[in-house]
């Protein structure tokens, strides 16, 4: 078998579609994290609800949760009525602390005060904190 001698066009061709696969594989393994930055978060439960037990919230405290993808918080300021909030600062996205005195929330990162029902206190925050809604079936907390 002889060698048969490659066209310039060919070797350009050949180059052009190995060159096209190395930057596609480059531009999907950079891409990816963007990728998954930007999709939504998949849901917990079957409906992205989440049980606590009413036991582990005493009244006048504060109970912080993994709620879908972020943090939340349930309280109980007076025997059976709880409220619930995405703990998330609606001015930038930090998370909120709970200080037990003045019985409100801070926000670490500029300053914002949010009240035991989520209104805006003080600072940047644009927004009161967003509730959730919570229901009581038997022992259990259902948020969300």
């Known amino acids: 078998m002889e060698n048969q001698p490659v066209s310039s066009s060919q070797r350009r061709f050949f180059l052009s579609v190995v060159l096209a696969a190395i930057g596609a594989a480059l531009a999907f393994l950079?891409?990816?994290?963007?990728?998954?930055?930007?999709?939504?978060?998949?849901?917990d439960g079957d409906d992205g609800r989440v049980a606590i037990d009413r036991k582990r919230l005493e009244v006048g405290g504060v109970l912080?949760?993994?709620?879908?993808?972020?943090?939340?918080?349930?309280?109980?300021?007076?025997?059976?009525?709880?409220?619930?909030?995405?703990?998330?600062?609606?001015?930038?996205?930090?998370?909120v602390q709970w200080k037990?005195?003045?019985?409100?929330?801070?926000c670490p990162c500029h300053g914002g005060r949010f009240s035991p029902a989520g209104a805006v206190l003080g600072g940047p925050p644009p927004k009161p904190l967003v509730p959730l809604p919570v229901t009581l079936s038997g022992e259990q907390l259902l948020i969300g």
């Open 30 to 43: 950079a891409g990816w994290p963007l990728l998954r930055f930007l999709t939504p978060l998949q849901q």
């Open 64 to 95: 912080f949760f993994s709620y879908r993808g972020g943090t939340a918080v349930v309280l109980q300021m007076a025997p059976g009525e709880f409220t619930a909030f995405s703990a998330i600062c609606t001015h930038l996205g930090c998370v």
């Open 100 to 106: 037990s005195q003045p019985q409100e929330f801070v």
